[in-house]
């Protein structure tokens, strides 16, 4: 049995936001406070503000920049920071791999190398404080893993160090397409979404709710107020290791008038658009001609997307649609450091124990283009390190 915590996104999320559930769930601020003071970070103050929202009570947590200066920190910078930190292995390591994973996000919008990203605000003191003490949280309370609701987008503009920029902003909406992350409308005409929260969910987080014993809820409310509680409500508890199960839609047609070239094609925009997994089946159709049988698992919320993008972009003139369970095993995510950079591995696990693992596909084609390097070279290298 282990720990776990569910994150549940109704109202977004940032930093500060997801911090603070954590302090509201127990995690003691003179233990934040000591174990962020093993970073040489200073200039700022932490305080946790007992608040009552809509007749909910949670936790409100200011990070105060006494300096009130945004340096302009590097990727480099930050991991020099966390390198020369005295936070234990396992802190600095993940709070790294959030910041760059974030540097990753910003340096396909902008199109600069990772090392070149200029953070903005996200080099700043705040944000450090909330990457970092987030980890150091989860550590505290015994976390082993984390899991989190589909993530609400709201509309409109934020306003950014490169200006006026659409919601969810490009960074944001970069680290939720790498991971496939669910996400859902929502009401709000801003941003209820961060990058520093978006990177976070994308690095520690599974997308979709466990079964679990919970001894625990803390809500950590963020900045802005809106007509309901602007809160996340995270639930601390114990996982059931039972086999999971989960409600799907499997979406079909037929086709006997569609390309190699379409099949492909579509297959590529229902994975863009969440589907949970696409494949073609040969079979005979009417007047003897061989045709291709094209389907879709969605979750149920984003089934008529799917559906609509299949009428959209196939000949078909209808798509079967019916929903079915499915029992799913539990997944975790790690990263291994090759020698040619970091790599995520999925890993398989039945009845708490890891039964398989395997290299994800995207890192390590990503490093087999950038360094010139067969693609079975670089899966031979994450498996040597796994071994």
Known sequence: MATILYLDLFSGAAGDMLLGALVDLGLPLEVLRA???????SGYELEAERQVR?????????????????????LPDIR??????????????????????????????HHVSVDEVHFHEIGAVDTL?????FVLGLESLSVERVYAS???????????????LPV???????????????????????????????????ELATFGQPPMRVRAVGYGFGEKEFPWPNAVRAWLGDSEEALAQETVCLLECNLDDATGEV????????????????????????????????????????????????????PTLG???????????????????????????????????????????????????????????VYAAVLRVLR
């Open 35 to 41: 174990e962020l003071g093993k970073m040489d970070l």
């Open 150 to 164: 589909p993530v609400p987008l709201g509309s409109g503009f934020v306003q950014t160090e490169h200006g006026l």
């Open 263 to 314: 099949l492909g094609y579509v297959m590529e925009r229902l994975f863009a658009a969440g589907a949970l997994d696409v494949w073609f089946t040969p079979i005979q159709m009417k007047k003897h001609r061989p045709g291709v049988m094209l389907s879709a698992l969605a979750r149920p919320e984003g089934a008529d997307t799917l559906a609509a993008l299949i009428l959209r972009e196939t």
């Open 80 to 109: 020099r920071l966390l390198e020369g930190s005295r936070l234990s292995p396992k802190v600095r390591d993940r709070s790294l791999a959030v910041f760059e994973r974030l540097a990753r996000a910003e340096a396909r919008v």
């Open 168 to 202: 969810p902003a490009p960074a944001t909406a970069a680290l939720l397409a790498e991971v496939s992350a669910p996400v859902r409308p929502h009401p709000a005409p801003t941003e209820i979404l961060t990058p520093t929260a978006a990177a976070l969910l994308a």
């Open 319 to 377: 798509v079967r649609r019916r929903q079915t369970e499915r029992v799913i095993a539990e997944r975790r995510e790690e990263s291994v450091e090759t020698e040619w950079g970091t790599v995520r591995v999925k890993e398989k696990w039945l009845d708490g124990q890891k039964v398989a693992v395997s290299p994800e596909y995207e890192d390590c084609a990503r490093i087999a283009r950038e360094r010139g390097v067969p693609l079975s070279d």
């Open 129 to 133: 404080v909330d990457v970092v003490g």
């Open 54 to 74: 809509r007749g909910i009570s949670g936790t409100r947590l200011h990070v105060r920049d006494l300096a009130r200066a945004h340096p302009a920190r590097h």
